[in-house]
């Protein structure tokens, strides 16, 4: 059974930051594009970031670029989001997503999710 | 691509069928349209991919057609566990954006 577990969510102050670790079983972690999306308060859901299996390519949309990086540990199974330069706007549950064999466009397995609150 | 669904909420009764629309602004080549379920507290769930197959595991009360602008879910014989919001994402041209969703909930 595919399993994915968010941690590392919580309060931060704008312009803070946090990192958010995926862990991953049930599958075959290094052989899947891995990514995440989030979810507003109220709102609809968004693409953050993606990666693909060897680390060599990431996309990252426009509203977190240069502010977030993902990254990934095939030794460990794990997905981290490294998140900077917090803005209010990021605030959102975050969730852990496996991307199909195609690539990562959609999500085949979600996680439950994280919550990342920016507040002063 | 921005996608429209409809409608906003949907009130249906149990063993009823529903149907859910999903307009995109744009047209989505090669029927790349996903449809999700989401339940509060929950992971979202993958139900339909490619505009018409389903994913692993659900269920043939779910299906999915359409092409080109206008997408459509249905689900047949509704159960308790079918009240959920459900999500049309396109997967043609990146940005790869998720509609609104549409809520089913018990009539």
């Known amino acids: 059974e595919v399993q994915l577990v968010e941690s590392g969510g919580g309060l931060v102050q704008p312009g803070g930051s946090l990192s958010l670790s995926c862990s991953a079983s049930?599958?075959?972690?290094?052989?899947?594009?891995m990514g995440w999306v989030r979810q507003a308060p109220g709102r609809g859901l968004e693409w953050v970031s993606a990666?693909?299996?060897?680390?060599?390519?990431?996309r990252n949309e426009d509203y977190v670029k240069g502010r977030f990086t993902l990254s990934r540990d095939n030794s460990k199974n794990t997905l981290f989001l490294q998140m900077n330069s917090l803005r209010p706007e990021d605030t959102a549950v975050y969730y852990c997503?496996?991307?199909?064999?195609?690539?990562?466009?959609?999500?085949?397995?979600w996680g439950q999710g994280t919550l990342v609150s920016v507040s002063s | 691509i921005v996608l429209t669904q409809s409608p906003g909420t949907l009130s249906v009764s149990p063993g009823e069928r529903a149907t859910l629309s999903c307009r995109a602004s744009?047209?989505?080549?090669?029927?790349?349209l996903a449809w999700y379920q989401h339940k509060p507290g929950q992971a979202p769930r993958l139900l339909i991919y490619?505009?018409?197959s389903r994913a692993t595991g659900i269920s043939d009360r779910f299906s999915g057609s359409g092409s080109g602008t206008d997408f459509t879910l249905t689900i047949n014989r509704l159960e308790p566990e079918d009240f959920a919001v459900y999500y049309c994402?396109?997967?043609?041209?990146?940005?790869?954006?998720f509609g609104p969703g549409t809520k089913v909930d018990i009539k």
């Open positions: 997503a496996k991307c199909p064999s195609s690539g990562c466009h959609y999500v085949d397995y």
């Open positions: 049930g599958f075959t972690f290094r052989i899947y594009d």
């Open positions: 990666i693909n299996t060897g680390s060599t390519y990431t």
């Open positions: 744009q047209v989505i080549s090669g029927s790349s």
């Open positions: 490619g505009a018409s």
């Open positions: 994402q396109q997967y043609a041209k990146s940005p790869f954006a």
